[in-house]
T-cell receptor, first 119, second 113 residues
Framework: SAVISQKPSRDICQRGTSLTIQCQVDSQVTMMFWYRQQPGQSLTLIATANQGSEATYESGFVIDKFPISRPNLTFSTLTVSNMSPEDSSIYLC????????????????FGPGTRLTVT | RKEVEQDPGPFNVPEGATVAFNCTYSNSASQSFFWYRQDCRKEPKLLMSVYSSGNEDGRFTAQLNRASQYISLLIRDSKLSDSATYLCAVNRRLTGGGNKLTFGTGTQLKVEL
């Protein structure tokens, strides 16, 4: 499976500031996603990062708060804007690889995550 | 009702025991199913995929019951290293293209000596 890296691995930020998280994949992937995992909770999909077009956001997440870029098939960024302590979470990117031909398997592989603490 | 539900546990079992987790899902349009393992402060790692009735990989067996809308994960001969949180995930193809993966809250397993 693809090797996925994220930067930074962790950060402590002040409220009102913004943080951009990078996700780099070692091979071209069609589907990239951003998730949030709050303390003691499961993963929640924030958005699908679409290459060359605007991201597709899930209910409860908006572009102004979580702008996403996807300039090519190996890289994406997620910005957490105007942060508040409620944004303290682990942010993970994931990729979905083809099962064979053009059929997407649904299998997703995750990066190591970015642990964000907002004070 | 949550889209994907799991018993949070913890399940405390002795080494060598057999343990099973269930996961129920509410959307009958769900097409594929996964079990992920997540260690403390790590990212989830794909453990097993289930596309039809079931899948077996060594000590791990996953089964799907579409009629009752649940999947299960059976771990035989538990090892200390199996201690982790096991996340169930359910995939649904979207009408506009792409997939959506929805996760349960996870079941915590502790294997003890």
């Amino acid at each position: 499976s693809a090797v996925i890296s994220q930067k930074p691995s962790r950060d402590i930020c002040q409220r009102g500031t913004s943080l951009t998280i990078q996700c780099q994949v070692d091979s071209q992937v069609t589907m990239m996603f951003w998730y949030r995992q709050q303390p003691g909770q499961s993963l929640t999909l924030i958005a699908t990062a679409n290459q060359g077009s605007e991201a597709t956001y899930e209910s409860g997440f908006v572009i102004d708060k979580f702008p996403i870029s996807r300039p090519n098939l190996t890289f994406s960024t997620l910005t957490v804007s105007n942060m508040s302590p409620e944004d303290s979470s682990i942010y993970l990117c994931s990729v979905e690889e083809l099962a064979g031909g053009s059929l997407f398997s649904g299998e997703q592989y995750f990066g190591p995550g970015t642990r964000l603490t907002v004070t | 009702r949550k889209e994907v539900e799991q018993d949070p546990g913890p399940f405390n079992v002795p080494e060598g025991a057999t343990v099973a987790f269930n996961c129920t899902y509410s959307n009958s349009a769900s097409q594929s199913f996964f079990w992920y393992r997540q260690d403390c402060r790590k990212e989830p790692k794909l453990l097993m995929s289930v596309y039809s009735s079931g899948n077996e990989d060594g000590r791990f067996t996953a089964q799907l019951n579409r009629a009752s809308q649940y999947i299960s994960l059976l771990i035989r001969d538990s090892k200390l290293s199996d201690s982790a949180t096991y996340l169930c995930a359910v995939n649904r193809r979207l009408t506009g293209g792409g997939n959506k993966l929805t996760f349960g809250t996870g079941t915590q397993l502790k294997v003890e000596l």
